[in-house]
Protein backbone atom coordinates (compact mmCIF):
# COMPACT_ATOMS: atom_id res chain seq x y z
CA UNK A 1 0.00 0.00 0.00
CA UNK A 2 1.14 3.61 -1.08
CA UNK A 3 1.17 6.42 1.77
CA UNK A 4 1.14 10.09 0.74
CA UNK A 5 0.39 13.25 2.53
CA UNK A 6 -2.01 16.56 3.09
CA UNK A 7 -0.91 19.11 1.43
CA UNK A 8 -1.25 22.28 4.15
CA UNK A 9 -3.82 23.61 2.29
CA UNK A 10 -6.29 24.94 5.31
CA UNK A 11 -5.77 27.04 8.70
CA UNK A 12 -2.86 28.23 9.99
CA UNK A 13 -0.16 26.07 8.43
CA UNK A 14 -0.93 26.59 4.60
CA UNK A 15 1.09 29.14 3.67
CA UNK A 16 3.88 29.51 0.77
CA UNK A 17 6.83 28.68 2.39
CA UNK A 18 5.13 25.51 4.15
CA UNK A 19 3.74 24.76 0.69
CA UNK A 20 7.62 24.45 -0.45
CA UNK A 21 8.42 23.13 2.82
CA UNK A 22 6.30 20.07 2.83
CA UNK A 23 6.07 19.47 -0.37
CA UNK A 24 9.63 19.10 -1.09
CA UNK A 25 9.80 17.18 2.41
CA UNK A 26 7.22 14.88 1.69
CA UNK A 27 9.16 13.68 -1.78
CA UNK A 28 12.30 13.19 -0.23
CA UNK A 29 10.68 11.61 3.20
CA UNK A 30 9.66 8.75 0.53
CA UNK A 31 5.88 9.80 0.59
CA UNK A 32 4.39 8.88 -3.04
CA UNK A 33 1.25 11.65 -3.18
CA UNK A 34 0.39 14.78 -2.23
CA UNK A 35 -3.40 15.93 -1.40
CA UNK A 36 -5.40 18.73 -1.76
CA UNK A 37 -9.04 19.38 -0.96
CA UNK A 38 -11.66 21.89 -2.35
CA UNK A 39 -13.48 24.30 -0.51
CA UNK A 40 -15.06 27.37 -2.10
CA UNK A 41 -17.19 29.02 0.75
CA UNK A 42 -18.23 28.31 4.22
CA UNK A 43 -21.84 29.80 6.21
CA UNK A 44 -21.74 33.32 7.57
CA UNK A 45 -21.82 31.62 10.74
CA UNK A 46 -18.38 30.51 11.99
CA UNK A 47 -19.34 27.40 14.23
CA UNK A 48 -21.75 25.78 11.66
CA UNK A 49 -18.27 23.39 10.33
CA UNK A 50 -15.48 22.37 11.46
CA UNK A 51 -12.42 24.62 11.74
CA UNK A 52 -10.72 22.67 8.65
CA UNK A 53 -13.13 24.16 6.08
CA UNK A 54 -12.79 28.09 7.18
CA UNK A 55 -9.45 28.97 5.23
CA UNK A 56 -8.66 26.80 2.22
CA UNK A 57 -6.51 27.40 -0.45
CA UNK A 58 -7.67 26.88 -4.26
CA UNK A 59 -6.56 22.82 -4.67
CA UNK A 60 -5.37 23.20 -8.00
CA UNK A 61 -3.44 26.79 -7.94
CA UNK A 62 -1.85 24.85 -4.58
CA UNK A 63 -0.81 21.58 -6.73
CA UNK A 64 0.64 23.93 -9.86
CA UNK A 65 2.57 25.48 -6.80
CA UNK A 66 3.77 22.26 -5.83
CA UNK A 67 4.27 20.60 -8.42
CA UNK A 68 7.08 23.54 -9.28
CA UNK A 69 9.06 22.64 -5.93
CA UNK A 70 8.58 18.55 -7.04
CA UNK A 71 9.61 16.02 -9.64
CA UNK A 72 8.34 12.53 -9.19
CA UNK A 73 5.80 12.73 -6.05
CA UNK A 74 2.12 12.47 -7.62
CA UNK A 75 0.30 15.28 -7.13
CA UNK A 76 -3.58 14.46 -6.14
CA UNK A 77 -7.10 16.77 -5.31
CA UNK A 78 -9.47 14.73 -3.33
CA UNK A 79 -11.77 16.15 -4.26
CA UNK A 80 -12.83 19.09 -6.42
CA UNK A 81 -16.71 19.43 -6.16
CA UNK A 82 -17.71 19.13 -9.67
CA UNK A 83 -20.90 20.62 -9.85
CA UNK A 84 -19.09 24.44 -9.37
CA UNK A 85 -17.02 23.98 -12.48
CA UNK A 86 -17.77 23.29 -15.96
CA UNK A 87 -16.29 20.07 -17.10
CA UNK A 88 -14.52 21.95 -20.31
CA UNK A 89 -12.68 24.71 -17.97
CA UNK A 90 -11.86 21.96 -15.70
CA UNK A 91 -10.55 19.85 -18.54
CA UNK A 92 -8.21 22.68 -19.41
CA UNK A 93 -6.94 22.95 -16.14
CA UNK A 94 -6.44 19.43 -15.32
CA UNK A 95 -4.63 18.73 -18.36
CA UNK A 96 -2.06 22.27 -17.84
CA UNK A 97 -1.19 20.65 -14.14
CA UNK A 98 -0.84 17.26 -15.93
CA UNK A 99 1.94 18.49 -18.97
CA UNK A 100 3.54 21.03 -16.58
CA UNK A 101 3.91 18.43 -13.77
CA UNK A 102 5.07 15.16 -16.46
CA UNK A 103 1.80 13.48 -15.80
CA UNK A 104 1.56 13.54 -12.10
CA UNK A 105 -2.14 14.22 -11.72
CA UNK A 106 -5.13 12.61 -9.82
CA UNK A 107 -8.17 14.45 -10.35
CA UNK A 108 -10.99 13.43 -7.65
CA UNK A 109 -14.40 14.20 -8.21
CA UNK A 110 -17.44 14.92 -5.89
CA UNK A 111 -21.01 15.83 -5.78
CA UNK A 112 -20.60 18.63 -3.22
CA UNK A 113 -22.65 18.89 -0.48
CA UNK A 114 -22.79 22.53 0.94
CA UNK A 115 -26.21 24.36 0.02
CA UNK A 116 -24.44 27.63 0.06
CA UNK A 117 -22.21 26.76 -2.61
CA UNK A 118 -24.70 25.26 -4.96
CA UNK A 119 -26.46 28.43 -4.65
CA UNK A 120 -23.54 30.70 -4.64
CA UNK A 121 -22.46 29.19 -8.15
CA UNK A 122 -25.75 28.64 -9.69
CA UNK A 123 -25.51 24.67 -9.37
CA UNK A 124 -27.99 22.46 -9.21
CA UNK A 125 -28.39 19.60 -6.76
CA UNK A 126 -31.05 17.09 -8.69
CA UNK A 127 -29.42 14.16 -10.52
CA UNK A 128 -26.32 14.57 -9.70
CA UNK A 129 -25.33 10.86 -10.53
CA UNK A 130 -26.26 11.04 -14.24
CA UNK A 131 -24.64 14.41 -14.08
CA UNK A 132 -21.25 12.54 -12.71
CA UNK A 133 -21.08 10.14 -15.62
CA UNK A 134 -21.84 12.90 -18.13
CA UNK A 135 -18.63 14.87 -16.44
CA UNK A 136 -16.19 12.12 -16.46
CA UNK A 137 -17.39 11.14 -20.14
CA UNK A 138 -16.34 14.86 -21.58
CA UNK A 139 -13.56 15.04 -19.57
CA UNK A 140 -12.31 12.05 -20.97
CA UNK A 141 -13.65 12.96 -24.92
CA UNK A 142 -11.73 16.17 -24.22
CA UNK A 143 -8.50 14.45 -22.81
CA UNK A 144 -7.99 11.56 -25.82
CA UNK A 145 -10.19 12.47 -28.51
CA UNK A 146 -8.48 14.45 -31.84
CA UNK A 147 -11.88 16.28 -32.27
CA UNK A 148 -14.31 15.93 -29.31
CA UNK A 149 -18.08 15.95 -29.51
CA UNK A 150 -20.44 15.36 -26.77
CA UNK A 151 -24.42 15.77 -26.77
CA UNK A 152 -25.69 15.10 -23.72
CA UNK A 153 -28.47 15.72 -20.85
CA UNK A 154 -26.47 18.27 -19.18
CA UNK A 155 -23.69 19.07 -20.53
CA UNK A 156 -22.59 19.83 -24.61
CA UNK A 157 -18.91 19.91 -26.21
CA UNK A 158 -19.58 21.10 -29.79
CA UNK A 159 -17.51 19.50 -32.48
CA UNK A 160 -13.63 21.24 -31.06
CA UNK A 161 -10.20 20.42 -30.47
CA UNK A 162 -8.22 21.16 -26.85
CA UNK A 163 -4.43 20.89 -27.12
CA UNK A 164 -2.04 20.05 -25.56
CA UNK A 165 -3.25 16.92 -23.92
CA UNK A 166 -2.53 15.52 -21.29
CA UNK A 167 -0.32 12.74 -20.33
CA UNK A 168 -3.04 10.50 -18.50
CA UNK A 169 -4.76 12.00 -15.45
CA UNK A 170 -5.97 9.67 -13.38
CA UNK A 171 -9.96 9.96 -12.14
CA UNK A 172 -11.38 8.97 -9.08
CA UNK A 173 -14.45 9.37 -7.91
CA UNK A 174 -15.77 10.14 -4.34
CA UNK A 175 -19.12 9.20 -2.70
CA UNK A 176 -20.70 7.12 0.06
CA UNK A 177 -24.11 5.36 -1.10
CA UNK A 178 -24.37 2.02 -3.02
CA UNK A 179 -24.90 3.13 -6.35
CA UNK A 180 -22.07 6.09 -6.11
CA UNK A 181 -19.89 3.05 -5.19
CA UNK A 182 -20.27 0.81 -8.22
CA UNK A 183 -19.97 4.37 -10.50
CA UNK A 184 -16.65 4.37 -9.14
CA UNK A 185 -15.86 0.73 -10.01
CA UNK A 186 -18.00 1.65 -13.23
CA UNK A 187 -16.44 4.18 -14.82
CA UNK A 188 -13.48 5.86 -13.04
CA UNK A 189 -9.70 4.79 -12.28
CA UNK A 190 -10.48 4.68 -8.37
CA UNK A 191 -12.78 5.28 -5.14
CA UNK A 192 -11.60 7.77 -2.59
CA UNK A 193 -13.02 8.08 0.89
CA UNK A 194 -14.37 10.84 3.11
CA UNK A 195 -13.07 12.44 6.10
CA UNK A 196 -16.11 11.21 8.15
CA UNK A 197 -15.64 7.26 6.82
CA UNK A 198 -15.72 4.46 9.31
CA UNK A 199 -12.64 2.86 8.86
CA UNK A 200 -13.80 0.02 10.75
CA UNK A 201 -16.50 -0.64 7.79
CA UNK A 202 -14.35 0.04 4.68
CA UNK A 203 -14.02 -3.24 3.33
CA UNK A 204 -17.70 -3.60 2.92
CA UNK A 205 -17.29 -0.11 0.55
CA UNK A 206 -14.65 -1.30 -1.25
CA UNK A 207 -15.95 -4.58 -2.05
CA UNK A 208 -19.19 -2.66 -3.55
CA UNK A 209 -16.64 -0.50 -5.31
CA UNK A 210 -15.48 -3.57 -6.82
CA UNK A 211 -18.32 -4.64 -7.57
CA UNK A 212 -19.04 -1.96 -9.61
CA UNK A 213 -15.54 -2.55 -11.62
CA UNK A 214 -16.28 -6.38 -12.38
CA UNK A 215 -20.11 -5.66 -13.85
CA UNK A 216 -18.36 -3.34 -16.18
CA UNK A 217 -15.91 -5.79 -17.15
CA UNK A 218 -13.08 -4.51 -15.56
CA UNK A 219 -10.51 -6.02 -13.32
CA UNK A 220 -11.61 -5.37 -10.10
CA UNK A 221 -7.90 -5.70 -8.60
CA UNK A 222 -6.77 -2.66 -11.10
CA UNK A 223 -9.30 -0.14 -9.67
CA UNK A 224 -7.10 2.54 -6.86
CA UNK A 225 -8.97 2.66 -3.35
CA UNK A 226 -7.50 6.05 -1.85
CA UNK A 227 -8.35 6.56 1.78
CA UNK A 228 -7.55 10.07 3.36
CA UNK A 229 -6.64 9.64 6.74
CA UNK A 230 -7.51 11.65 9.55
CA UNK A 231 -4.94 11.26 11.99
CA UNK A 232 -4.92 11.72 15.53
CA UNK A 233 -1.82 11.57 17.26
CA UNK A 234 -2.61 11.35 21.56
CA UNK A 235 -5.25 9.27 23.05
CA UNK A 236 -6.41 5.99 21.15
CA UNK A 237 -10.23 6.81 19.50
CA UNK A 238 -10.60 4.90 17.23
CA UNK A 239 -8.66 4.03 13.56
CA UNK A 240 -5.54 6.09 12.88
CA UNK A 241 -5.40 7.92 16.10
CA UNK A 242 -2.49 6.97 19.45
CA UNK A 243 1.04 6.73 19.60
CA UNK A 244 2.68 6.27 15.76
CA UNK A 245 3.18 2.85 16.16
CA UNK A 246 -0.44 2.31 16.64
CA UNK A 247 -1.12 4.47 13.08
CA UNK A 248 1.56 2.95 11.24
CA UNK A 249 -0.52 -0.57 12.40
CA UNK A 250 -3.64 1.00 11.77
CA UNK A 251 -2.10 1.68 8.23
CA UNK A 252 -1.52 -1.67 7.75
CA UNK A 253 -4.32 -2.84 8.84
CA UNK A 254 -5.73 -0.49 6.17
CA UNK A 255 -3.87 -2.57 3.22
CA UNK A 256 -5.43 -5.54 4.50
CA UNK A 257 -8.90 -4.13 3.58
CA UNK A 258 -8.11 -3.18 0.15
CA UNK A 259 -7.08 -0.04 0.40
CA UNK A 260 -4.09 0.69 -2.12
CA UNK A 261 -3.36 4.30 -1.36
CA UNK A 262 -3.19 6.20 1.98
CA UNK A 263 -2.61 9.50 2.46
CA UNK A 264 -2.12 11.31 6.28
CA UNK A 265 -3.56 14.13 6.11
CA UNK A 266 -3.32 16.59 9.10
CA UNK A 267 -5.29 19.42 7.50
CA UNK A 268 -8.21 18.06 10.05
CA UNK A 269 -5.60 18.23 13.48
CA UNK A 270 -7.08 21.49 14.77
CA UNK A 271 -3.92 22.41 16.39
CA UNK A 272 -2.70 22.71 12.65
CA UNK A 273 -5.59 23.34 10.19
CA UNK A 274 -7.17 25.54 12.35
CA UNK A 275 -7.21 29.26 10.70
CA UNK A 276 -6.89 30.45 14.40
CA UNK A 277 -3.97 29.00 15.95
CA UNK A 278 0.00 30.38 15.21
CA UNK A 279 1.54 29.26 12.31
CA UNK A 280 4.79 28.66 13.80
CA UNK A 281 3.18 26.24 16.65
CA UNK A 282 0.76 24.44 13.74
CA UNK A 283 3.83 23.50 11.31
CA UNK A 284 6.16 22.18 14.75
CA UNK A 285 3.77 20.00 14.94
CA UNK A 286 2.98 19.07 11.46
CA UNK A 287 7.03 18.48 10.69
CA UNK A 288 7.34 16.57 14.01
CA UNK A 289 3.72 14.00 12.08
CA UNK A 290 5.34 14.16 8.78
CA UNK A 291 8.73 12.66 9.66
CA UNK A 292 7.12 10.40 12.36
CA UNK A 293 5.10 8.85 10.03
CA UNK A 294 7.70 8.60 6.91
CA UNK A 295 6.82 5.48 4.82
Given at each position: ???G ?11 P??L?R ?5 E??G ?10 L???D ?8 R???D???AL ?6 T ?23 A ?7 R ?5 G??AGW?Q???V?T?A?M?RR ?16 D??S??D ?5 V ?9 I????L????A???L ?6 A???M ?7 E?I??E?AV???G???A ?16 P??R ?10 I??D????G??G????FY????D ?5 PD ?5 AT ?6 L???K?
Amino acid sequence: MKIGFGAPVSGAWATPDNLTRFAESAEQLGYSSLWTFHRLLTPADREALDPVYRSVLDPLVALSFMAARTSTIRLGVSLINFPFVSPTYLAKQAATLDVVSRGRLDLGLGAGWQQEEFVATGASMERRGPRTTEYVRVLRTLWADEVSSFDGEFYTVPPTRMAPKPIGPQVLLGGVAPAALRRAGRIADGWMSRSATDLEAIADEIAVVREGAAEAGKDPAAVRVVVRGVVRPGERAGRLSGSFSQIRADAEWLGEQGVTELFYDLNWDERIGNPDVSTESATETAQEILEALKP
